[in-house]
């Protein structure tokens, strides 16, 4: 183990490398630019690739090849850009390619601004472009995680063939923490369907067009069947001090942060609240929340943006029990005292 | 012609891909240019023996079927984007024969960013991109290279230099570039220009398979569906109209002196990589530290001044000599435009406990290097916090008395060092030995790996010693 202080966005690439990635495609953007920096540094030097490419288009498009070519492979933007990648996402889920592409979230919408915001949840969870497809969305809180769930990320799109996303905003890019480094992977999986330009791979195809609507469909379902199996065995969520608790916070990336030590002050107030913080965003972590529900007076969700994070915990409480919103934008993080303001108001209603 | 019209083993015998009973033909109508061109290429890895090392790319327009009849690997791509998909996968793969396979919507529409780049980073690959004047595969629209006076299905009423602009000649455009090595452009006309594509065809690949270079063949065809034409007439056309508005011949020629481009990547073994990525573990005298150990440290800080002050570095010193001594820490930065010029400042927070939010609201410590962040973050410091501040800048005092103040003429301390620069570390010394946070050695001996400027860690301590002092003096 080596431990080292760095930024969020310097984490996630020493990580890939160490998972195995030698192949790094991006164009730059605020708060991300710093994924493209390190990238830079270390990727030729590690026996890998980096391009900046010409725009974000190019890049998932790049991805999109070197996946094809069977490397891992990946790719980092922020709101606008990750708008621009969407087509080449959606052809990626389409083929089956395996790919990890970081979302440092800014504000928005347009140009907005480099703020730390949440808002691309819907695009970025609910697939963002054409088709019926989904993600793998993991969501760090932490520099560690940056590097964690960066490693996890390659892990998991290589063993379902599928576009994993590392969700997170401007803050948790921006900062440095110490994290612990493990041993590089010893080698990636086989993968017997990609093209590399040998006879073995010569018969095989990449591709997401399928003209034949009962041949789409076959393969529409499978992808569906796919998507199940990730709902079924990849939920991953961290409870805080939930196992009493009448009030669960819920929030993810910076907002897990606070919310902890929101739980902590209202715990020493002798206020029995507990925080869920979904690592997965999809899949969404069901199986705590539905357990939690059960013993809970209310849900109160915080985020840093327009109720995108609520709208699938209502989704899954289905009036059960109350679920409540607490939320700033463009750019602003919400505070210890703001939330824990929040938390008296509503124990006052309920 | 007759090993052109033999099929190439570089060809499926059968086209099992092809939906419906007919396994045998093409999709492509009769008279198509696409499927010429199909046959050429084949033909040409067939020879040269690299049909196994070839990645066929096919776009979206009507040759996105290509994958029915090469036997290679395959990819299918979005639109306009093949040059991309290209450098993907030729970077992973150098020894393979790229091929990026285009039609004039596809390459010189939607995806004329992505030839232009490729082409100028010189991608060792090939690109055919097929230039037949109209939008095939979505039913006869105008395409960038339709012809004024063109009537398609959206200039219905022929284009016009007023309403569309000109045809765009890429070859022309590609030629203008440094990397590409041969550039030309040729048609499927007659027996003859078709042989002559045939040569063109061979030599762009060879050119890959040899040195890694990058060529663009724009290969004038025809559609003849669209032109509503007999596919002879439209050959005609090919021949007495196309190639009258978009000049054949080579654009650019450079492949003589071409050196051979190595696309080999280093080999870094896995036993070196936490090497290369700079992943040394910091070493730390357990002894010196020990006094620390049972510290209730719980310092949350924010340190404000002018960009250019070190206010950010002041910040990762102080975390990461918090990290070498055991302790949790974190380091958040302002970020973005405000750093430009104007004012920076960053949260830092070290502590024995878990970390929860890295925002520092209300410090319990705040460093203010600069007046307008002592007015802006003076009333946000705890009760019974602490607050440092340069007095060789700053032209007030804080007007709070329930926090404790130092006053340190930081700036000054440093200039007398020899470099202004150093302030910033003349506070870290102050507030180490203030606080007693951290053991000053431990500090010195460190400052060397955590500094990124070699040069400076020399002054740097000498500026830590000169805070200590200064602290050491008052307290006297
Ligand atoms: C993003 C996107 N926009 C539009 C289309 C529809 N489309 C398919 S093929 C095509 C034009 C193809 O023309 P060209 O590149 O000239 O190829 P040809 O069919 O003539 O060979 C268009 C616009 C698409 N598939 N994707
Ligand atoms: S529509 Fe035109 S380009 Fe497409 S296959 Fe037919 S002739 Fe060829």
């Not at chain 2, 091929?99 to 030839?115: C, F």
């Not at chain 2, 510290?295 to 960009?307: S, W, Y």
Request: neutral net charge; aromatic residues 6%.
């Amino acid at each position: 183990m080596a431990k080292q202080f760095l930024k969020g966005n310097e984490a996630v690439v020493k990580g890939a490398i160490l998972a195995g990635c030698r192949a790094y495609y991006g164009y730059p953007i605020t708060p991300a630019s710093e994924i493209a920096h390190a990238a830079a540094m270390y990727m030729p030097i590690c026996g890998g690739t980096f391009i900046q490419a010409e725009s974000e288009v190019a890049a998932i498009n790049m991805v999109y090849g070197a996946a094809s070519a069977g490397e891992r492979v990946m790719t980092a933007s922020s709101g606008p850009g990750i708008s621009l990648k969407q087509e080449g996402v959606s052809y990626c889920a389409g083929s089956e390619l395996p790919c990890v592409i970081v979302d440092i979230v800014r504000g928005g919408p347009g140009l907005g601004n480099i703020a730390p915001e949440q808002s691309d949840y819907n695009q970025v969870v609910k697939g963002g472009g054409h088709g019926n497809y989904k993600v793998i969305v993991l969501a760090p809180n932490s520099v560690q995680e940056m590097c964690d769930l960066g490693m996890l990320a390659f892990d998991l799109a290589d063993k379902y063939r599928n576009p994993v996303y590392v969700l997170t905003d401007g803050f948790i890019g921006q900062m440095m923490e110490p994290v612990e480094f493990p041993e590089p992977i010893e080698k990636i999986p086989e993968k017997s369907w990609v093209v590399k330009g040998t006879d073995e791979t010569s018969n095989n195809l990449i591709t997401s067009i399928e003209l034949d609507p009962d041949d789409l469909e076959r393969h529409n379902q499978k992808l569906q069947q796919k998507y199940a199996i990730v709902k079924e065995q990849e939920q991953r969520a961290e409870e805080y001090r939930t196992d009493d608790a009448e009030i669960i916070l819920i929030g993810y990336g910076i907002v897990s942060r606070i919310l902890q030590t929101v739980v902590d002050k209202l715990r020493e107030e002798g206020v029995k609240a507990g925080m869920l913080r979904p690592i997965t965003l999809f899949p969404f972590p069901t199986k705590s929340m539905t357990k939690l529900a059960k013993s809970a007076k209310f849900f109160l969700t915080v985020e840093m943006s327009n109720g995108q994070l609520v709208d699938d915990v209502r989704l899954i409480i289905e009036g059960k029990i109350p679920v409540y919103l607490y939320n700033r934008m463009g750019g602003n993080v919400p505070s210890i005292k703001e939330i824990h303001d929040e938390v008296m108001k509503l124990m006052r209603l309920s | 012609m007759n090993n052109i019209l033999k099929k190439s083993s570089s060809f499926y015998d059968v086209y099992e891909r092809r939906p419906g009973a007919d396994k045998l033909t093409t999709t492509y109508c009769p008279g198509c240019g696409h499927g010429v061109l199909h046959k050429l290429i084949a033909e040409a890895l067939d020879d040269f023996g690299v049909r196994d090392k070839t990645i066929f790319i096919s776009p979206v327009g009507c040759s996105v079927f290509a994958f029915y009849y090469f036997h290679t690997g395959n990819v299918q791509v979005a639109h306009g984007r093949a040059p991309a998909v290209a450098t993907g996968i030729k970077r992973a793969h150098p020894h393979s024969v790229v091929i990026s396979y285009q039609g004039d919507g596809d390459l010189a529409a939607i995806g004329i960013a992505e030839i232009m780049h490729a082409a100028n980073r010189g991608e060792g690959i090939t690109v055919f991109f097929v230039n037949n004047a109209i939008y095939g595969m979505t039913g006869g629209q105008m395409a960038p290279t339709t012809l004024i006076g063109q009537k398609t299905m959206t200039t219905p009423r022929g284009r016009t230099v007023k309403n569309e602009g000109f045809p765009i000649c890429m070859s022309e455009i590609i030629a203008t570039l440094k990397a590409p090595v041969f550039v030309e452009r040729v048609m499927i006309g007659d027996t003859k220009s078709t042989m002559h594509t045939r040569q063109t065809v061979r030599k762009a690949l060879k050119l890959q398979i040899e040195k890694n270079a990058f060529t663009f063949i724009e290969v004038l065809a025809a559609c003849p569906s669209n032109m509503k034409m007999t596919p002879s007439r439209s050959k005609q056309w090919v021949k007495e109209v196309l190639a009258d508005n978009f000049p054949l011949g080579v654009k650019k020629d450079i492949s003589e002196e071409f050196e051979p481009k190595d696309l080999s990547r280093v080999v870094v073994k896995n036993s070196e990589l936490h090497d290369a990525l700079n992943l040394e573990t910091a070493k730390v005298d357990s002894e010196k530290i020990a006094p620390y150990r049972e510290k209730m440290i719980n310092e949350e800080i924010k340190v404000a001044g002018f960009g250019g002050q070190g206010v950010l570095s002041l910040g990762t010193v102080l975390s990461e000599m918090g990290m070498r001594h055991n302790y949790e820490v974190s380091w958040l930065p302002s970020y973005g435009p405000e750093m430009r010029g104007g004012t920076a400042n960053c949260s830092v927070k070290i502590s024995k406990k878990k970390i929860g939010s890295p925002l520092v609201a209300n410090p319990t410590v705040l460093i203010a290097m600069n007046r307008p962040s002592l007015d802006k973050f003076e009333h946000d410091v705890i009760s019974g916090g602490l607050i440092v501040y340069d007095d060789s800048l700053i032209d007030r005092k804080p007007v709070r008395d329930d926090v404790e103040v130092i006053a340190i003429p930081a700036t000054k301390l440093a200039d007398d060092l020899g470099n202004t620069k150093a302030a910033n570390m003349v506070i870290v010394g102050a507030l180490i030995e203030y606080k007693d946070l951290m053991s000053q050695e431990v500090v010195l001996e460190s400052l060397g790996d955590v500094l990124k400027r070699k040069n400076l860690v020399e002054l740097n301590q000498k500026a830590i010693i000169r805070g200590a002092e200064f602290i050491k003096n008052l307290k006297k």
